[in-house]
Nanobody, 116 residues
Framework: QVQLVEPGGGLVQPGGPLRLSCAAS????????MGWYRQASGKQCELFER???????KDADSVKSRFTISKDNDKNTVYLQMNSLKPEETDLYSC??????????WGQGTQVIVSS
């Protein structure tokens, strides 16, 4: 099993930056994939970016040039750097992890509010 903790959310001005963190309770090397999601609707979350087997995949064209995923293996942490945030991107952002042969895991989510 793996536990995920997601500090970093909060209030940010439109156009401003914010960095989200996802700290895993296990070494990143045993986690097949980690990704960042936004609850784009009540039914389905929108996937932005992932790290799969150490490689970055950008899944959402709408934020491809503004959001950047990165990792720190020593800290067992994956980051999402968000720049030029828009008010409509106010939402609950969640980190997920997948271990091969096991179920996926989710963090508790962190609220991002983009407002002046």
């Amino acid at each position: 099993q793996v536990q995920l903790v997601e500090p970093g959310g909060g209030l940010v001005q439109p156009g401003g930056p914010l960095r989200l963190s996802c700290a895993a309770s296990r070494r990143l090397r045993i986690i097949h994939a980690m990704g960042w999601y936004r609850q784009a609707s009540g039914k389905q979350c929108e996937l932005f970016e992932r790290i799969i087997s150490g490689s970055v995949r950008k899944d959402a064209d709408s934020v491809k040039s503004r959001f950047t995923i990165s990792k720190d293996n020593d800290k067992n942490t994956v980051y999402l750097q968000m720049n030029s945030l828009k008010p409509e991107e106010t939402d609950l952002y969640s980190c997920s992890a997948v271990i091969l042969g096991d179920h996926g895991y989710w963090g508790q989510g962190t609220q991002v509010i983009v407002s002046s």
